[in-house]
């Protein structure tokens, strides 16, 4: 079983529609992090969190929400679905104990999301 | 803000040959990270560095930090098949312990 989990895998939607991606994580990681990836722009970080209270805007933030209920759990929310949101979408978590004081990456396997 | 470019967008390769991608970034890096993306999955981390000129391998692939901390190179010596895929590089700048700056990434195909 995948470390990071991420639901639902393949999303499509209409433009106006609410939307939860979900993201679980057996690793015990207390920061976890949702990018969003596009062709050709690599990955860009929307918001993460460092631990339950911690909720932090990355580069991109506008027209998206987040909710940490867990240490183990981090979903990301579109409030109000558009068409220029259709991209994939990694959950992440690190351990900054872990080696070095910056951790590395671990990704999930992604959420394809489509708006129309 | 910090930016992370990364050349070149695209690396098509016959199978043996060497691959170089490169980043650089606008401000001086604490560590910089790298990633392999298999098409249809995620990033994977591959390697850290974190000192002026360091340079480390794994297998046929050699990794370098500029003496200035601002650059980095990954080399993979004849190309193989599974080699396929897009490599990111990933900066941090000092005392922002939570910003991985992802470049866009080199996409290498290699034909067998």
């Known amino acids: 079983d995948a470390d990071v989990t991420q639901t639902p895998r393949n999303r499509i939607t209409k433009t106006g529609k609410r939307i939860m991606l979900e993201c679980s994580q057996t690793k015990g990681h207390d920061r976890m992090y949702w990018y969003r990836q596009d062709p050709g722009l690599g990955l860009r970080l929307i918001y993460y969190s460092f631990d339950v209270k911690d909720i932090n805007k990355g580069e991109i933030s506008d027209g998206y929400s987040v909710s940490r209920q867990a240490q183990a759990k981090f979903s990301l929310s579109l409030e109000s679905a558009i068409p220029n949101q259709t991209a994939l979408y990694f959950c992440?978590?690190?351990?900054?104990?872990?080696?070095?004081?910056?951790?590395?990456?671990?990704f999930g396997e992604g959420s394809r999301l489509t708006v129309l | 803000g910090q930016q992370v470019m990364q050349i070149p967008q695209y690396q098509h390769v016959q199978e043996g040959e060497d691959f170089t991608t490169y980043c650089n970034s606008s401000t001086t890096l604490s560590n910089i990270q790298w990633y392999k993306q298999r098409p249809g999955g995620h990033p994977v981390f591959l390697i850290q560095?974190?000192?002026?000129?360091e340079v480390k391998k794994q297998k046929r692939l050699t990794f370098q930090f500029g003496e200035a901390k601002k650059n980095s190179s990954l080399h993979i010596t004849a190309t193989q098949t599974t080699d396929v895929g897009t490599y990111f590089c990933a900066g941090r700048v000092a005392g922002s312990n939570y910003k991985l700056t992802f470049g866009k990434g080199t996409l290498l195909t290699v034909n067998p």
């Open positions: 992440a978590t690190s351990d900054p104990t872990q080696g070095s004081s910056t951790g590395e990456l671990f």
């Open positions: 560095l974190v000192k002026s000129g």
